[in-house]
């Protein structure tokens, strides 16, 4: 099986189109050492030619022409991405749906019934998209068991709840429910080899590093260096708390809490702020993560596992 990132950055992506940010300034600049990067979106295939889009960001039209092999032309109108799993309903991982609308048949789309009530009401792309192509919701199995994808034989996956946040607009934002956000595991079931990827997650518990500890590859969130990153350069009033997300550094941060890991895990940090000094390839904190064996994703990484 195979992982293509698509987009390795957090909403807005890098630079973003109003950021001056001495990252999004210098990237322009061609001052700083750094690659730009789409909004978060990653795809899952098992041979190649079919594909499990996870996340709909706002970049995919530039994603899919970066991306041949999403295009297998097996017909007139035809598309790699047999179906779409939303991780949360957040703007950078849904709203790619409305550019999928010329779809010739129903798009199967995979969710919470909490993210698929966000995209009824509080942003109704499911209703719009009625008019257009239509989507098959199908809610996740929230047991704790695998399941099958449709359309997508020898894949299997499995929705981990996360602790975060829905959506500033959803109207559950103050009282998060199980189901707003979510991980996944990915199984390769002629391997034994498993992937869990969570672009989202605002606190690490017991559980969740036991989970992990049994993946060949991690693939998680890498938005914040620090828990005051937006609120320090003045963009923000709100911390990597307030919006659902663990930062990196600290003593209980991401790197300490990777670092209790095995270290034959592949630890890879993904949906990477355009303010996160680890966007800059010669920077201290990139090669403190370098040290503890922590990759940085970017736009068209394979993971095969
Ligand atoms: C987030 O995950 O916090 C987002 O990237 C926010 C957004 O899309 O605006
Ligand atoms: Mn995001
Ligand atoms: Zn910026």
Partial sequence: MRIRVLGSSAGGGFPQWNCNCPNCDGLRRGSISAQARTQSSIAI???????????ASPDVLTQIRATPELQPARAQRDSGIAAVLLMDAQIDHVTGLLMLRERQSPLPLLATPEVLGDLTEGFPITRILSHYCGVTPTPLRLDGEFMPVPGLPGMAIRPVLLSSKPPPYSPFRNCPRPGDNMGLLIDNPATGQRVFYAPGLGE????????MAGCSVVLVDGTFWTEDEMQRLGLSKKS??????????GAQGMVAQLDTLPAAIRKILIHI?????????DSPERALLSAHGIEVAFDGMDIVF
Avoid: K
């Fill in 273 to 281: 702020n355009n303010t996160n000094p680890i966007l800059r390839e």
């Fill in 45 to 55: 295939t098992v041979g190649g030619t079919d594909w499990l889009l996870v996340n």
């Fill in 204 to 211: 690490m518990t017991p559980e969740l590093l036991a989970l």
């Fill in 240 to 249: 990597a708390a307030d919006m659902g997300h663990l930062p990196q550094s």
